[in-house]
């Protein structure tokens, strides 16, 4: 019994830093890098300009039709933990930068195939995991380096990039309208005395079926995707407008609780219609006497905003009535019109209403819009209104639009540019290789096949654009060799060009953060040795 035992038991080794683990944890291990490495395929070949869309059919039996990482998975059904990690990441990404959250998933994919291959040659994870960390923050520090610092004033460099970001959409072919439309709306939210933080739910986004995306335009003021309530004949323009945005309704009073009035004859039926119209009367005339001519009415749950008899007075007291305002837009609403809600009748006053040029009802498409222009004080936002020949085409330029707002976003941030098309990218595995060579022992092994894994976009670029990879990634590591930072791949002519001399940029903010979220996504996989279900 005893020798076999002893057989049984792996030879001491001589060597510290070879490990040996039990098989369980091996495996699942291997399933997690597998299943964060499927997911990651996936999505690998939408990336860049010539990345192919994917068309993402939902439970509901809706149809998505998207370029976008952060969509993509967001849609899919992902069960195995770990993979979900991943969906995360590209959601993170969505967060920090807007932009790039396909390339983060694709650069964690690759760490996680290296991290398969040491894994296999018996390197502990630990070490392979604190070799990640340095290599990311090594990254950071190298692609900071190659940054070209950048203006706010310098319209054109903030166009260039936002133009990159929409290159690889659906919507590319749009990219020369969309960029300054993105560009124009970012930088008229700029709060002077905040200039680094821009909050983009101050840029509003309208979508209007009809038309096409060359229809789309940028408005200063306010756009309203509802109609002018006509029932009885009121204005459908108004000039000179001063605006309520009102929290009440114009209907008669119900009781607080379920209870039904009994009337017994037509006296007190009359007596109650009377009041009725007495008690909406007099709301119109306090309304009236402040001079307001248009008023927004929030929507209201617990009886009608506005019923028949109170739209005809208002009709009659020539003011316009936009009903059934989302409480969620109160706020920019009033941001915008730089005037305050109304929550009760009492509190009507004329230094709470917000003044306007113009308040005109504009036929868009198949329907109508309400659009309030000339807004004197007018808050720090601005609406952008989308147009598109069907649904797919216009879900999928708002995405767009939202993710070249997030490019312009993260230029305000950190007023800096690097070179896109895989430029960043072999720079850094060329540079991350030459410092494996100082480090010693595993760490210097581990480092440099991270610096390989880098090079996974420049490869995919060149897949996804029919290039052949391998061609492009040696020539490009050439290049990069003889010093040229800022060659990367020219996709439209299908060769290798100075990336910055074309046009193609990108914030610093993008590709930083997608190596350390990519680098602490991977780290995390790695750590895990087992899986726990608790029913």
């Known amino acids: 019994m005893a020798p076999s035992m002893a057989a049984a038991l792996p030879p001491p080794s001589s060597k510290t830093e070879s490990y040996v683990d039990n098989k369980r944890k091996d495996d699942i291990r291997t399933a997690n890098i597998k299943a964060a490495r499927s997911v990651a395929d996936a999505v690998r070949t939408s990336l860049g300009p010539k990345g192919m869309d994917k068309m993402i059919s939902t439970a509901t039996g809706d149809v998505i039709i998207t370029n976008d990482g952060a969509t993509i998975l967001n849609k899919m059904e992902v069960l195995q933990p770990a993979a979900k990690m991943l969906v995360e990441l590209s959601k993170s990404q969505d967060v920090v930068a807007g932009d790039g959250t396909t390339t983060v998933v694709v650069i964690a994919g690759a760490f996680l195939k290296q991290c398969q291959t040491l894994l296999h040659s018996g390197i502990h994870p630990t070490v392979v995991s604190d070799s990640l960390n340095k290599v990311a923050v090594k990254a950071v520090e190298v692609v900071t380096a190659m940054a070209v610092p950048v203006e706010l004033s310098d319209r054109v460099s903030l166009v260039k990039s936002a133009s990159t970001s929409l290159n690889s959409k659906v919507v590319s072919q749009y990219s020369s309208l969309l960029a300054p439309l993105a560009v124009d709306s970012v930088l008229s939210v700029v709060d002077p005395a905040k200039p680094d933080l821009v909050d983009l739910k101050d840029v509003r986004i309208v979508k209007k079926l009809g038309g096409t995306v060359d229809d789309t335009e940028l408005v200063k003021g306010l756009v309203f995707d509802k109609k002018v309530s006509h029932a009885a004949g009121g204005p ?185 098309g895989g430029a960043p990218e072999i720079e850094l595995s060329r540079q991350l290789s030459a410092w494996s060579k100082v480090l010693h022992g595993m760490e210097s092994f581990c480092v440099k096949s991270f610096a390989e894994a880098l090079e996974v976009v420049p490869y995919t670029l060149a897949e996804n654009a029919g290039l052949n990879p391998i061609t492009i990634v040696t020539e490009l590591r050439n290049r990069h060799a003889q010093g040229e930072i800022n060659a990367g791949i020219n996709v439209r002519k299908g060769q290798i060009t100075n990336i910055l001399e074309e046009n193609v940029v990108q914030p610093l903010l993008v590709s930083t953060s997608a190596i350390t979220l990519a680098a602490e996504c991977v780290r995390m996989i790695l750590k895990i040795d087992d899986i726990v279900t608790v029913r």
């Open 236 to 420: 459908a323009r108004v000039e000179n407008a001063k605006i309520a945005v009102i929290q009440f309704q114009i209907s008669p009073p119900k009781t607080d609780i379920e209870q039904s009035i009994v009337v017994s004859d037509y006296t007190q039926m009359d007596r109650i219609l009377k009041e009725e119209r007495s008690y909406i009367l007099s709301m119109i005339k306090k309304i009236k006497a402040t001079g307001c001519n248009v008023l927004l009415i929030q929507k209201s749950i617990l009886r009608d905003a506005v019923t028949d008899l109170s739209l005809h007075y208002l009709a009659k007291a020539k003011i316009l009535v936009v009903k059934d305002v989302e409480r969620d837009d109160i706020e920019f609403v009033t941001k915008t019109l730089n005037c305050l809600p109304i929550a009760n009748i009492e509190h009507f006053r004329a230094e709470k209403l917000g003044y306007a040029d113009v308040v005109e009802e504009v036929s868009v498409g198949d329907g109508k819009v309400v659009k309030i222009t000339g807004i004197k004080d007018m808050g720090r936002t601005t609406t952008v209104l989308v147009r598109g020949s069907n649904q797919l085409v216009l879900d999928e330029a708002e995405r767009s639009l939202h993710d070249a707002l997030c490019v312009v976003r993260c230029l305000v941030n950190k007023k800096f540019l690097i070179a896109g």
